[in-house]
């Protein structure tokens, strides 16, 4: 028992070594809003080189103060080092504070796409968020045409709102388990779109990325959809194991 407790105890410690390779920072907006986040550059930087920049948006789960807790699900997949090798980017995890939401006010009362908030203000947190991201978009190592967002959950909802607000910057999105009113997702019909859910999903309804994927392809959007059978709210697990999860990611790019 007490070498199975160590072998815990020394998994648990690599984990957070390799989590402190993203370095801790906080962003102040002009209006003075703080916000947490971690950044993970490239290995190996280039001088003159451009790279891409992946915002990624975390689950509610993960809402917090202490700058970690959103490297949860999908931090280790970008320190990977084939990834790292094959995959250079800046890569942007910011982290909702605890009484916050992504993209809204509140928690929505209902995730049924139709019932969603169609023209709700920008809440102040992630207009900090947008304002971080811009922040990074004036940095001359970004490749604007390679700009990627990826959300989980609450996370998913954010990628959607983010890209149906601002559609001109991002070329690609991946929304895992999220949901929105599909009457917005005409603005980004020029974003490349990747989305996962799970059939038996019992906390944001299968409907959510099913309606976003019937509009977008309305739009005539580039859009796929991968639905899990079986798999309840944690469909990021498979999404991320999905066999050309990164690759698909990298090779877009923003006509």
Not at 150 to 163: C, E, H, K, R
Not at 184 to 206: E, M, P, Q
Request: proline share 7%.
């Amino acid at each position: 028992m007490r070498k199975l407790s160590f072998l815990f105890l020394l998994l648990i410690s690599n984990i957070i070594l390799a989590q402190d390779l993203y370095e801790r920072k906080v962003f102040v907006s002009q209006s003075g809003d703080s916000l947490n986040y971690r950044l993970l550059t490239p290995e190996n930087q280039i001088k003159d080189k451009k790279y891409p920049l992946v915002l990624f948006l975390h689950g509610a789960g993960e809402r917090g103060s202490d700058n970690q807790k959103q490297l949860t699900h999908g931090g280790q997949m970008f320190l990977n080092p084939v990834n790292r090798e094959k995959y250079p980017a800046f890569v942007l995890f910011p982290q909702c504070p605890e009484n916050a939401y992504w993209a809204y006010s509140a928690r929505p009362s209902t995730f049924i796409p139709e019932q969603m908030p169609q023209n709700e203000e920008m809440p102040i947190t992630f207009q900090t968020v947008k304002e971080m991201l811009d922040s990074y978009l004036t940095n001359p190592a970004i490749d604007k045409s390679r700009i990627y967002i990826i959300g989980l959950s609450m996370g998913a909802m954010g990628t959607f709102d983010m890209v149906v607000r601002f559609p001109d910057i991002f070329a690609a999105a991946v929304p895992i388990c999220g949901t929105i009113n599909p009457k917005r997702l005409s603005a980004a019909k020029n974003v490349s779109f990747r989305i996962f859910h799970g059939d038996t999903d019992n906390v944001v309804t299968v409907e959510g990325s099913r309606e976003a994927y019937k509009a977008l392809k309305a739009t005539g959007a580039s859009v796929e959809y991968i639905e899990f059978p079986g798999c309840n709210h944690g469909s990021w697990n498979p999404a991320f194991n999905y066999p050309d999860f990164m690759e698909w990611i990298f090779k877009q790019k923003k006509k």
